[in-house]
């Protein structure tokens, strides 16, 4: 089986409503689809969200890597020499770790179909079902909490909430999100590099002491101030973990040194796919720490391929996989099926994704 072409285009899909963070606000998901046609005809199926503020990987950025380097340096590659053709992935151009997350998880969608077993059971996994939280906007405490309990109506159990717009807010934003759902929610927040070392330490102990019982606390300072994190994670009552400040492996393995951090946030947009994101796995699985897989703002295909990871990995404990949620309509054709918080695995091969609707393609 060898890749006879590399395809790419837009696809466009509304959100239920926009989506704020402390670095943005977006009301729809517009990401690169990527199609990886072998010579035996099957189809390998990629995404990419351009989340230039995350990520640098701006929608042209990703457009020209698969271009300029992705595709030239696979077209033609038998892919009975899967790892080489994985290795050529990241090996091909330096960053754009979102263009190569998109070709990775296309080529394990192939692999997969060529062999006719879906990912997560190569990888070893049993579990067939998980549950996602879902993102909470940062806004006004009342609004956030009329949000909060739309998500819990929903079905919802744990909210993710987006902090660190107006910091002296915040604390008054968890006390009334904690009073509008039952005791039972799980409240964890995201401060998207927000806080200052010190101003996180006041903030989420001030939380634990009014009793907001909030599960953890995503990336609270600058995501290159990795002595700032450790200062917040020795101080803090509530478990830090570690997001904008681990991209790859490398970045993993030096937080888990130095104990920056009490948890590793996996996104396969940051590590570059599904092959760099197994080594974050094992070596949080060497120094027994818990992960999260999480997602940008993106679509059904990449959120996807997120989930075969998450039901292979045990140490893969809490699940951010809300985006196709937040989505007002899905244009995919098979893959996981996303019903309000479940995620429900297929045994169809590879990543099971068939097709993806309204993208026009192109190629070199
Ligand atoms: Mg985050």
């Given at each position: 089986?060898?890749?006879?072409?590399i395809?790419?285009?837009?696809?466009?899909?509304?959100?239920?409503?926009?989506?704020?963070?402390?670095?943005?606000?977006?009301?729809?998901v517009?990401?690169?689809?990527?199609?990886?046609?072998?010579?035996?005809?099957?189809?390998?199926?990629?995404?990419?969200?351009?989340?230039?503020v995350?990520?640098?990987?701006?929608?042209?950025?990703?457009?020209?890597?698969?271009?300029?380097?992705?595709?030239?340096?696979?077209?033609?590659?038998?892919?009975?020499?899967?790892?080489?053709?994985?290795?050529?992935?990241q090996?091909?151009?330096?960053?754009?770790?979102?263009?190569?997350?998109?070709?990775?998880?296309?080529?394990?969608?192939?692999?997969?179909?060529?062999?006719?077993?879906?990912?997560?059971?190569?990888?070893?996994?049993?579990?067939?079902?998980?549950?996602?939280?879902?993102?909470?906007?940062?806004?006004?405490?009342?609004?956030?909490?009329?949000?909060?309990?739309?998500?819990v109506?929903?079905?919802?159990?744990?909210?993710?909430?987006?902090?660190?717009?107006?910091?002296?807010?915040?604390?008054?934003?968890?006390?009334?999100?904690?009073?509008?759902?039952?005791?039972?929610?799980?409240?964890?927040?995201?401060?998207?590099?927000?806080?200052?070392?010190?101003?996180?330490?006041?903030?989420?102990?001030?939380?634990?002491?009014?009793?907001?019982?909030i599960?953890?606390?995503?990336?609270?300072?600058?995501?290159?101030?990795?002595?700032?994190?450790?200062?917040?994670?020795?101080?803090?009552?509530?478990?830090?973990?570690?997001?904008?400040?681990?991209?790859?492996?490398?970045?993993?393995?030096?937080?888990?040194?130095?104990?920056?951090?009490?948890?590793?946030?996996?996104?396969?947009?940051?590590?570059?796919?599904?092959?760099?994101?197994?080594?974050?796995?094992?070596?949080?699985?060497?120094?027994?720490?818990?992960?999260?897989?999480?997602?940008?703002?993106?679509?059904?295909?990449?959120v996807?391929?997120?989930?075969?990871?998450?039901?292979?990995?045990?140490v893969?404990?809490?699940?951010?996989?809300?985006?196709?949620?937040?989505?007002?309509?899905?244009?995919?054709?098979?893959?996981?099926?996303?019903?309000?918080?479940?995620?429900?695995?297929?045994?169809?091969?590879?990543?099971?994704?068939?097709?993806?609707?309204?993208?026009?393609?192109?190629?070199?």
């Amino acid at each position: 089986m060898k890749i006879a072409a590399i395809e790419w285009g837009r696809v466009s899909i509304p959100l239920r409503t926009p989506f704020k963070t402390a670095l943005r606000t977006v009301d729809s998901v517009e990401d690169i689809i990527v199609k990886i046609t072998a010579d035996t005809g099957e189809e390998g199926f990629g995404e990419a969200p351009p989340t230039g503020v995350i990520t640098g990987d701006t929608a042209e950025a990703i457009c020209g890597a698969l271009k300029h380097h992705l595709a030239p340096s696979l077209l033609g590659w038998d892919m009975d020499d899967f790892e080489g053709a994985c290795r050529r992935v990241q090996t091909a151009l330096v960053h754009n770790t979102s263009a190569k997350a998109a070709v990775d998880m296309a080529l394990w969608d192939l692999y997969g179909k060529r062999y006719g077993m879906p990912v997560f059971r190569m990888l070893g996994g049993g579990k067939t079902h998980i549950v996602s939280d879902i993102t909470v906007s940062v806004n006004p405490p009342e609004e956030m909490a009329r949000d909060a309990k739309i998500a819990v109506e929903r079905g919802f159990d744990c909210i993710k909430v987006k902090v660190g717009v107006n910091p002296a807010l915040d604390v008054e934003r968890l006390a009334a999100i904690r009073a509008a759902v039952p005791p039972e929610t799980v409240l964890r927040i995201d401060a998207n590099q927000a806080w200052t070392p010190k101003e996180a330490v006041r903030i989420l102990n001030g939380m634990q002491e009014k009793g907001l019982e909030i599960e953890l606390v995503e990336q609270p300072v600058k995501a290159h101030d990795l002595e700032g994190l450790k200062y917040v994670t020795e101080r803090s009552f509530v478990p830090v973990l570690a997001d904008e400040a681990v991209f790859g492996p490398e970045d993993a393995l030096k937080i888990l040194q130095t104990r920056a951090a009490d948890l590793i946030n996996i996104k396969l947009m940051k590590c570059g796919g599904i092959t760099n994101a197994l080594k974050i796995v094992t070596l949080a699985e060497l120094f027994g720490v818990e992960c999260m897989i999480g997602c940008m703002l993106e679509g059904p295909v990449a959120v996807n391929a997120a989930a075969h990871l998450a039901c292979a990995k045990s140490v893969i404990t809490k699940v951010d996989l809300d985006g196709p949620m937040l989505c007002a309509s899905n244009p995919v054709h098979g893959g996981s099926r996303f019903e309000g918080k479940d995620i429900f695995m297929t045994e169809a091969p590879g990543l099971g994704v068939e097709k993806v609707d309204g993208v026009a393609y192109r190629t070199l």
